[in-house]
């Protein structure tokens, strides 16, 4: 007589389960730990990242982020893009980041964006992101410059504070009463009581034509 025995399929290892997930949301996707929600222990997660950046199937960016690398057949390995890298940490409930320093006010035209740098700020939070586009610096700002503030309102406050009391001038106002129009306005000037009180006149000038802004300054 022929006796068959039944074998029981092997469970999904680890790293097949991470390697499942990060194709599924394809080339380019940025990942931590955090993000691979997989109901396993994080130490397994850590260790099957580790292997499969052995592997070169991913490529570690910065501690503990990586990259699912996508090639391009002219302009080879294709970096991390800003975007992902803060969809990734908004995911894993990392925020909220807001710009800060100079990316804060090129954002409203106050100064010339710095190549390649990019400057972010979070409660809480450094980290350094290095790609060959670009550098993205996080670093912690106080609660009170993100709490209770619209992101608008919290984005100006930085970019006020790049340029700073001493040097701010007519010309500043006048662009960022260009750039600040309509709902923005009404947004950032309803909160104006909430800025610091060297900024709270140039923000009541938000409501102006810009030509009357100007010459209030």
Known sequence: MHITTATASQPESTEAQVMARVRRAGRGSVWCAERLVLGLPRNAIDQALGRLTSKEQLIRIAHGIY????????????????????QMYSDIGVGPLIPTGATAAAF????????????????GITRTIATARWTLYIRPVAARAIDGLHPLTAILIQAMRHIGQKHWNST??????????????????????????????????????????????
């Open 108 to 123: 409203f035209d106050l100064c010339e964006p710095e190549q390649m740098v990019i400057h972010y700020g979070g409660v």
């Open 172 to 217: 500043h106002t006048q662009l960022l009463r260009h750039r600040i129009t309509g709902t923005s306005a009404a947004i950032i000037c309803d909160q104006g009581a909430l800025c610091p009180a060297w900024m709270r006149p140039i923000i009541t000038t938000l409501r102006m034509h810009p030509s009357t802004a100007a010459s209030t300054m």
């Open 67 to 86: 990259l699912y690398p996508q090639v391009h057949p002219l302009l080879g390995m294709q970096p991390a893009l800003l975007a992902d890298v803060l």
